[in-house]
């Protein structure tokens, strides 16, 4: 088993920024993959951005440039900078970690204002 803790989320301003942070322990593997989903309300869950163990990252063409992904292997923790948030950013953002089975963080709301 894997267990992933994710840092608040929050309400910010449109053109703001913000971090989210998650963290696995368990019986973790040194080959996988880490990343984070969103869904809003009414819409399909969707990828928002991945990081292997080995630093390849992937982006959905909504987030690319304006979302950074990162990680730490040795704290087996993700990294999302999100900035030049907008509103259509608002959803529920999912942790997730993927080596032979994928495991799920419980979901942090990140709300952009107008």
């Known amino acids: 088993q894997v267990q992933l803790v994710e840092s608040e989320g929050g309400l910010v301003q449109a053109g703001g920024s913000l971090r989210l942070t998650c963290a696995a322990s368990g019986n973790t593997r040194s080959i996988n993959i880490m990343g984070w989903y969103r869904q809003a309300p009414g819409k399909q869950r969707e990828l928002v951005a991945s990081i292997s163990s080995g630093g390849n990252t992937n982006y959905a063409d909504s987030v690319q440039g304006r979302f950074t992904i990162s990680r730490d292997n040795v704290k087996n923790t993700v990294y999302l900078q999100m900035a030049s948030l907008k509103p259509e950013d608002t959803a529920v953002y999912y942790c997730?970690?993927?080596?032979?089975?994928?495991?799920w963080g419980q979901g942090t709301q990140v709300t952009v204002s107008s």
């Open positions: 997730y970690y993927h080596d032979i089975l994928t495991y």
